[in-house]
């Protein structure tokens, strides 16, 4: 059975997503498509890892959103299972 990585930190939602984003300027472009879709929003993501790893925190992160958002803008993004 597959688990979602979703946890909470301080009444905030964790998501961690595998994406193609492969540069920091595609990255500036997904994170203010993020902070305008969601209030309060902390993003980092790992561009050195294979499946260039995006992790958000926040409050009522709602995953199809997201998903839809940057498939939308040409990027591929999946929530990672463990």
Do not use: H, P
């Given at each position: 059975?597959?688990k979602?990585?979703?946890?909470?930190?301080?009444?905030?939602?964790?998501?961690?997503?595998?994406?193609?984003?492969?540069?920091?300027?595609?990255?500036?472009?997904?994170?203010?498509?993020?902070?305008?879709?969601?209030?309060?929003?902390?993003?980092?993501?790992?561009?050195?890892?294979?499946?260039?790893?995006?992790?958000?925190?926040?409050?009522?992160?709602?995953?199809a959103?997201?998903?839809?958002?940057?498939?939308?803008?040409?990027?591929?993004?999946q929530?990672?299972?463990?």
């Amino acid at each position: 059975m597959k688990k979602t990585v979703i946890g909470c930190v301080k009444n905030k939602m964790v998501v961690v997503y595998r994406t193609n984003i492969n540069n920091k300027r595609q990255f500036k472009t997904v994170n203010r498509l993020l902070c305008r879709l969601f209030n309060d929003l902390q993003i980092n993501i790992d561009l050195e890892d294979n499946e260039k790893v995006l992790r958000l925190e926040g409050k009522d992160i709602i995953s199809a959103e997201v998903i839809n958002s940057l498939g939308k803008i040409g990027f591929l993004c999946q929530v990672m299972y463990w």
